[in-house]
């Protein structure tokens, strides 16, 4: 019903910027939440930023003042902005989002594939 196709990885050098992006497509009534998370390799998945329908932000405290989470509804797209980059953000970044299907309330969660991130030290 919902695919979310994520973007925007790639090498950077320490000190550098990505922008990744994440577009909803589908059955799409409303965007209740959208967010990314990450996955560095041998740890556990971790929540980096979150966005709400109100416009609400949340940030990991490693990633706040670097990283800025931002949407455009009307293309159903989420944004990643990072800077200042470091070699610990490497890692495979994941869109996560909840969407609303109908005015009943339902709602779809799921996950993009993922984008890689890589930050040399």
């Known amino acids: 019903q919902v695919q979310l196709k994520d973007s925007g990885g790639g090498l950077v050098q320490a000190g550098g910027s990505l922008r990744l992006s994440c577009e909803a497509s589908?059955?799409?009534?409303?965007?209740?939440?959208m967010g990314w998370y990450r996955q560095a390799p041998g740890k556990q998945r971790e929540l980096v930023a979150t966005?709400?329908?109100?416009?609400?932000?949340y940030y990991a405290d490693s990633v706040k003042g670097r990283f800025t989470i931002s949407r455009d509804n009307a293309k159903n797209t989420v944004y990643l902005h990072m800077n200042s980059l470091k070699p610990e953000d490497t890692a495979v970044y994941y869109c996560?989002?909840?969407?609303?299907?109908?005015?009943?309330?339902?709602?779809?969660?799921?996950w993009g594939k993922g984008t890689l991130v890589t930050v040399p030290s």
């Open positions: 966005i709400q329908n109100d416009g609400s932000t």
């Open positions: 996560n989002a909840e969407i609303g299907l109908a005015d009943d309330g339902s709602t779809w969660h799921g």
């Open positions: 589908g059955r799409i009534f409303s965007r209740n939440y």
